[in-house]
């Protein structure tokens, strides 16, 4: 069975900083996608970044930016320019085609003004 | 568009009691999860249809839990009886099916379970 586990329960970064949320996961598949979500005290999963496991280069929105290493299962997230409206719990997910997401246990991040 | 609307946001009940909630996906979602999400926790499939067939149940308690989604749109979770370890999130999701080039799950805001 797939897993995802996130190893930082709680992470803090000053306003306009850059922080990093590590992301590992196990599976057999070769084709499958990547999700960073974050959800925010409403509840309300957010979906910030999206990776195509098939794609080498590596997924960018705006501020939000991944490092994707295939065969070392490892899905970390960079968030540049650290705002206050980014404090939020953000969970890593792993799906397979049109199956379930199967999530982390998820990274509070706190940020410092 | 509009999103995935669920109800009642907020629940309160005893323990033995029963309770149900609904979810309405994004008009055309073929597919429909149900997730539960412990405090503190990731959240956890209970059930996935694809229109009104269920393809992943496997993490149901059947005992007390049930599910439908009778027209392939709008959906019922049940708990009956309730147990204090029910007390969680309760989140609906929908996307479009498979074979649409589109996993993006969409969420609502939840319904939030306490068992007393």
């Known amino acids: 069975a797939q897993t995802v586990t996130q190893s930082q329960p709680e992470m803090s970064v000053q306003e306009a900083e850059t922080v990093t949320l590590s992301c590992t996961y196990d599976?057999?598949?070769?084709?499958?996608?990547l999700f960073w979500y974050k959800q925010p005290p409403s509840r309300q999963m957010i979906l910030v970044i999206r990776q195509e496991a098939y794609k080498q280069q590596n997924a960018t929105e705006n501020r939000f930016s991944v490092n994707f290493q295939k065969a070392a299962k490892s899905f970390s997230l960079k968030i540049s320019d650290s705002q206050l409206g980014d404090a939020a719990m953000y969970f890593c997910a792993y799906r397979r085609g049109a199956q379930k997401l199967v999530f982390g246990q998820g990274t509070r991040l706190t940020i410092n003004p | 568009e509009a999103g995935v609307a669920q109800s009642p946001r907020y629940k309160i009940i005893e323990k033995r009691q029963s309770v149900a909630f609904w979810c309405n996906p994004i008009s055309g979602h073929a597919t429909l999860y149900w997730y539960q999400q412990i405090l503190g926790q990731g959240p956890k499939l209970l059930i996935q249809f694809q229109n009104n067939g269920v393809v992943d149940d496997s993490q149901l308690p059947k005992d007390r839990f049930s599910a439908e989604r009778l027209k392939g749109v709008d959906s019922t979770l049940k708990i009956q009886p309730a147990k204090l370890e029910d007390s969680a999130v309760y989140l609906c999701?929908?996307?479009w099916g498979p074979g649409s080039g589109n996993t993006e799950a969409f969420f609502g805001q939840g319904t939030r379970l306490t068992v007393v």
């Open positions: 599976t057999s598949e070769s084709d499958y996608y």
């Open positions: 999701a929908s996307s």
